[in-house]
């Protein structure tokens, strides 16, 4: 998937890339034959020197086992023998350890030259072991039989060639070649059997399990040979010294009688078994020689064909990628304009359109989208592909901005007809709450009427900040910050949950007493809404260095540092307002609010694990209060500002520590503010047992209602 989404170029360069890759692996694979040649050209320089290796080995081993057989010690024939094998040991362990035999050899082969060169070298520690006589001449012709075997195991890993036919012959003649060695280590212990002059059973058993080996591996050898070498296999098949050579095996075989004296001598088994040996080895050097001449045309189509698949390929790669770049040059070039001409639709045309349409602006769909020429090929289609799609996108913007002003003008229509009636709602509930005849119960009920009214005005107040209008509620004069604090708390359902702290001189200007009011409502209700109901919600306000700040701290749950940061985004920096979504209505109606007075309104964890909303008003909005005349504090509320604000006490209670009993409201519309606050204490009915509250705090805390 990540393939088939990323960029042209990319495809077209992993294109190139695989056509490239499959090139060399083609290249690579004839190169690794010409490789694998060089190979086994530079392990010839060890195989070479071996084969007279193997000569003065297998006589060295000879005449040692005869030698301790016979108990005849000749120094000077032995001493002759081994330097002639020193001499061809050294050149072949030189090769073996030279870096070039040593860089064509791979691990395994590593192995099998460490391996030789330890056996060959380990040969002078047990000659003198030898010389001795701690060894015997089982012994001593098994260490000479493993150095051997080590060298033909050496052969064993230069079959390599891929050349199949090749290396299957190859093999036959290794094989072939070990059948000679054996008949070299069948000859060393017979021949120190017959110098015993006795024939025990022990070595008859020797004799008999080298016999057999040796005739087994021959004819393996043989019946390998037959189709690799038809020459050599006629030679060997034909060989009448290795008939007589069978003839001695098969008299040697037979268990002679007690006492009887053995039938063949040394001199005669030597007479059958030199020649043998002579005939055998001069014909396997002749397969060899023609094994080396079938291998040289095999060599020179490896070569031809590393020249095919390297020249001839490479030219066909370098000519595809001039094509292929040269065909993406073209096609990148029109898709390129194609993009640009996108970007300029997304990011500067249609947002314009869509700016034009909320100013009001009237807008022609055919010359905000002029159709773009591409040509006749296929991203020609694709430019006319998009010149529709461009057309309907700004056709299609012009109409949703069509829709949205008609939403918000029957948004806007409906909210101000409620707000309306809420007002007139209100203004007859608060000349019913006047009436000096009414009963307390029916006090009550109204009280609860006044509150619910005063939550819908604030649903109707929030319609028309969706709509974008002002809510058209303000004051001339500033009003306390405590008043506006409390009549916001009489907005919130669930009011006698909340506490206001006390607040310090503090006033707040006329004109934003509506909106803070507000949206201190909407983050009231929210922290109530969200918090246990068995706890409360504590509002409380202070002065800072830009202003004042007012704190509402829930004792909710709270919640996590990725929902705090992305509602703290969302304040800031207010999105518009989506049809779809009802979701956090109110933090959308505070941002907004907070956009038109440059208020800073914050979440943050609180101390008790909840969420303390902090609202800081800028300097500008804040009033030092001034009290020309002040009020007592068991009046608690003021109305000389126009706000009105009501303390509810206890209806039928008892007298307040100034003597004054019943509810602080403000005057009925039309009576005259003086310039003393202008409080109407409202006689309270016949004292009644029962005792009821106003909408506010538990302790007849004012709870202001704008």
């Excluded at 023998?81 to 050899?105: I, L, P």
């Excluded at 008949?183 to 008999?208: W, Y």
């Excluded at 006749?376 to 056709?395: H, K, L, M, P």
């Excluded at 206001?500 to 009011?517: H, M, Q, S, W, Y």
């Amino acid at each position: 998937m990540r393939f088939r989404n990323s960029r042209l170029r990319t495809k077209i360069v992993a294109l190139l890339v695989s056509l490239t890759a499959l090139w060399a692996f083609a290249a690579w694979v004839t190169l690794r034959e010409g490789v694998n040649l060089l190979f086994v050209s530079a392990l010839d320089s060890v195989v070479a020197p071996s084969d007279p290796l193997l000569v003065e080995l297998q006589q060295e081993r000879r005449l040692t086992a005869t030698m301790i057989a016979s108990g005849k010690r000749r120094p000077d024939v032995l001493a002759a023998q081994r330097a002639r094998t020193d001499r061809e040991r050294a050149v072949v362990v030189e090769k073996a350890r030279s870096s070039g035999v040593r860089r064509a050899a791979d691990h395994a082969m590593d192995k099998r030259l460490d391996t030789m060169v330890k056996l060959l070298g380990a040969l002078d520690h047990n000659r003198r072991a030898i010389d001795t006589g701690a060894l015997d001449r089982r012994s001593a012709v098994q260490i000479y039989s493993d150095a051997i075997e080590s060298i033909f195991h050496m052969y064993d890993g230069t079959t390599t060639l891929d050349d199949k036919g090749f290396t299957t012959d190859l093999r036959a003649e290794i094989a072939v070649n070990r059948s000679w060695e054996l008949l070299s280590q069948e000859d060393s212990i017979v021949a120190s059997v017959l110098a015993t002059g006795r024939l025990t059973p022990g070595d008859q058993m020797d004799i008999a399990g080298i016999i057999g080996a040796r005739r087994l591996n021959y004819a393996r050898a043989m019946t390998d040979l037959q189709p690799a070498d038809r020459k050599a296999w006629d030679e060997l098949t034909a060989n009448r010294r290795l008939t007589a050579v069978r003839g001695m095996e098969d008299v040697l075989l037979q268990r002679p009688r007690q006492g009887q004296r053995l039938r063949i001598t040394g001199e005669q088994w030597h007479a059958a078994t030199g020649p043998a040996l002579a005939e055998m080895r001069k014909s396997i050097q002749d397969a060899g020689d023609r094994l080396v001449e079938r291998a040289k045309p095999i060599a020179a189509w490896v070569v031809v064909r590393l020249l095919l698949a390297g020249g001839l390929g490479l030219l066909a790669v370098i000519a595809s990628i001039v094509v292929s770049i040269t065909t993406a040059r073209a096609l990148v070039r029109q898709l390129e304009r194609l993009r640009a001409a996108a970007w300029e639709l997304a990011e500067q045309r249609l947002p314009g359109v869509v700016e034009r349409l909320g100013h009001g602006e009237k807008v022609d769909v055919a010359v905000e989208a002029p159709p773009l020429q591409f040509g006749s090929d296929e991203i020609g289609q694709v430019g006319r592909a998009f010149n529709a799609v461009q057309e309907t996108a700004i056709r299609t913007a012009v109409e949703q901005a069509e829709l949205r002003r008609g939403i918000r003008d029957v948004l806007l229509s409906l909210a101000r007809r409620t707000q309306t009636l809420v007002h007139r709602q209100l203004t007859m509930l608060d000349t019913m709450e006047r009436r000096r005849d009414i009963e307390v119960k029916e006090l009550e009920e109204l009280f609860r009427l006044d509150h619910l009214a005063t939550r819908m005005r604030r649903n109707a107040e929030n319609l028309i900040v969706l709509s974008g209008a002002l809510p058209a509620r303000g004051w001339r004069n500033s009003v306390p910050m405590v008043d506006v604090v409390r009549a916001a708390v009489g907005e919130v359902e669930d009011y006698t949950r909340v506490t206001v702290l006390p607040f310090g001189p503090i006033e707040l200007a006329g004109r934003a007493v509506g909106d803070v009011t507000h949206l201190l409502a909407e983050l009231i209700e929210n922290a109530v809404s969200f918090s246990p109901p068995d706890t409360v919600v504590q509002v409380g306000g202070h002065l800072v260095a830009s202003g004042f700040a007012i704190d509402i701290e829930d004792r909710g749950l709270g919640m996590t540092d990725d929902k705090l940061s992305e509602i703290n985004a969302r304040i800031a920096d207010p999105p518009d307002f989506n049809l779809q979504s009802s979701v956090q209505l109110g933090l959308f109606v505070v941002s907004k609010l907070a956009e038109r007075y440059g208020l800073q309104v914050s979440l943050k964890r609180s101390a008790y694990g909840g969420t303390t909303a902090v609202v800081v008003i800028p300097k500008e909005l804040i009033v030092e209060e001034r009290r020309d005349d002040p009020v007592p504090a068991t009046t608690g509320a003021t109305t000389q500002n126009g706000l009105e604000v009501r303390r509810p006490t206890t209806v039928g209670g008892g007298m307040s520590a100034t003597g004054a009993t019943g509810v602080l409201t403000t005057p009925p519309s039309g009576t005259p503010l003086g310039p003393a606050p202008s409080l109407v204490a409202v006689p309270p009915p016949a004292p009644e047992p029962a005792r009821s509250q106003r909408p506010g705090g538990a302790n007849g805390t004012a709870l202001p209602t704008p």
